[in-house]
């Protein structure tokens, strides 16, 4: 079971991502716009975000880069939900911080074994900025 945040502005689709996630046993958080998604995100630390790319307010790629900037937030995987699946897009979404990129219209079986795969390999710890000293190996995690 996961706390996966569904930021989507369209609520027909919002409903089905929710209907589809509770089918599986996780627990949906909503979002309809970046601001709502950046709030949530830091006050709930969801285990993946379903980030539609095409947001009212702002860019999904604006979202993915201020979570992945933040060191409470940067761990979280992204899915990135988009009608736009062109090589350019995906790759800017890659490069953004996205773990995945789903172009629409797309199965919510498939988009189910992306969130599974994305989730058995476990978020890492955010980093704690700390500098561990082996002997003569100094290792920065923040570096």
Do not use: N
Not at 29 to 56: C, K, N, Q, Y
Not at 88 to 114: C, M, N, Q
């Amino acid at each position: 079971m996961a706390r996966i945040l569904v930021v989507a502005p369209d609520p027909a689709e919002a409903d089905l991502l929710d209907s589809h996630l509770r089918g599986g046993g996780h627990v949906p958080v909503h979002g309809t716009s970046g601001a709502e998604a950046l709030s949530i995100a830091r006050a709930t630390l969801p285990d993946l975000v379903l980030l539609d790319w095409s947001l009212p307010d702002t860019s999904g790629g604006e979202v993915c880069r201020a979570l992945g900037s933040e060191r409470e937030t940067r761990a979280i995987p992204i899915v990135i939900l988009s009608r736009d699946g062109g090589e350019v897009d995906r790759v800017i979404g890659f490069e953004l911080g996205a773990s995945d990129y789903v172009t629409k219209p797309y199965s919510l079986r498939e988009l189910s074994l992306r969130i599974a795969a994305i989730l058995r390999r476990g978020r890492p710890e955010p980093d704690s900025g700390a500098v561990i000293d082996l002997g003569r190996l100094r290792i920065d995690r923040a570096a």
